[in-house]
């Protein structure tokens, strides 16, 4: 069965940082560009990084840019989102995707 | 950024009815490579988003033919044939064209 199951979700301070994961079975995990796209409370849908097969390339959306690292291992089949700085804007649940697949999602909240 | 427009912003349909969701870019969607870079997914209330169609016209794996999507560079609809229980939820237009990627507003499906 091909899935995503992210995890690392959680409640932390503004300022903090953390650090969510993606497990991905099923498919080859190597071959797909990966991407985290988060949405905010009753908010729509917000594409936040991709990175691409090799990991050689990354892309971020100007509000996470300097703050957030997305980053995979293909030999563990994961994908990574290292958060730093974080602020209350960005509370959201946070899916990885193929834009084909996606995962569960995780909630991260940034609260004092 | 590419702006998706998409409208209505809820449609209340009896099952067995149709719907059309509509979403407009401001930018043309059409790549080099000949390829519309237009995808519709579906987010069920509580759920993570589902792939409905890719590549404007392109059913994903497992999604019943009632729907369909066609376009042209930078109009486009989904159409929804005999409504069922089951459609209701969010729906999202988004693009993979360039940086950064955006989705649409999302439009509201309910049952009369």
Known sequence: ?112 | DIVLTQAPLSVSVTPGESASISCRSSKSLLSSKGITSLYWYLQRPGKSPQLLIYQMSNLASGVPDRFSSSGSETDFTLKISKVETEDVGVYYCGHRLEYPLTFGSGTKLEIK
Do not use: H
């Open chain 1, 1 to 112: 069965e091909v899935q995503l199951v992210e995890s690392g979700g959680v409640l932390v301070q503004p300022g903090r940082s953390m650090k969510l994961s993606c497990a991905a079975s099923g498919f080859t995990f190597s071959s797909f560009p990966m991407a985290w796209v988060r949405q905010a409370p009753t908010k729509g849908l917000e594409w936040v990084a991709t990175i691409s097969t090799s990991g050689g390339s990354t892309y971020y959306r100007d509000s996470v840019k300097g703050r957030f690292t997305i980053s995979r291992d293909n030999a563990k089949s994961t994908l990574y989102l290292q958060m730093d700085s974080l602020r209350s804007e960005d509370t959201a649940t946070y899916y990885c995707t193929t834009s084909y697949v996606w995962g569960q999602g995780v909630m991260v909240t940034v609260s004092s």
